[in-house]
């Protein structure tokens, strides 16, 4: 989970803001789905809902400094919506369960 926070945080660092938003994006999804591949099988659906969570955090802390903007504004600019037309990679309703025992 670390290593997820420390790519993703390197991807919106405050010396990437002369990028385009699209670009961040497009430099995240890949990390994304290779993270929820790995992790998908079993029960991680509370790790799946925390990286999306903190990928919208940065994502929104990002775009606020790009544009020059206070705060995160979570509610009334940087909504799911928003995050949906990015086409940001979302790891919710990824996860398989799978039994416990083996099959006979």
């Known amino acids: 989970m670390n290593v997820l926070r420390d790519e993703v945080r390197a991807a919106t660092s405050r010396s990437k803001t002369e990028r385009p938003v699209?670009?961040?994006v497009s430099d995240l999804n890949p990390v994304l789905r290779g993270w929820a591949a790995y992790f998908r099988n079993g029960n991680s659906g509370r790790?799946?809902?925390a990286v999306d969570g903190y990928v919208h955090e940065r994502?929104?802390?990002f775009a606020s400094r790009k544009h020059r903007l206070r705060g995160r504004n979570w509610t009334?600019?940087?909504t799911c919506g928003w995050i949906t037309?990015?086409?940001v990679y979302r790891h919710t309703g990824n996860v398989h369960r799978?039994?416990?025992h083996a099959s006979r």
């Open 59 to 61: 994502l929104a802390i």
């Open 76 to 78: 009334t600019r940087f």
């Open 98 to 100: 799978a039994t416990a």
């Open 22 to 24: 699209t670009a961040v």
């Open 47 to 49: 790790k799946f809902n």
């Open 85 to 87: 037309r990015l086409g």
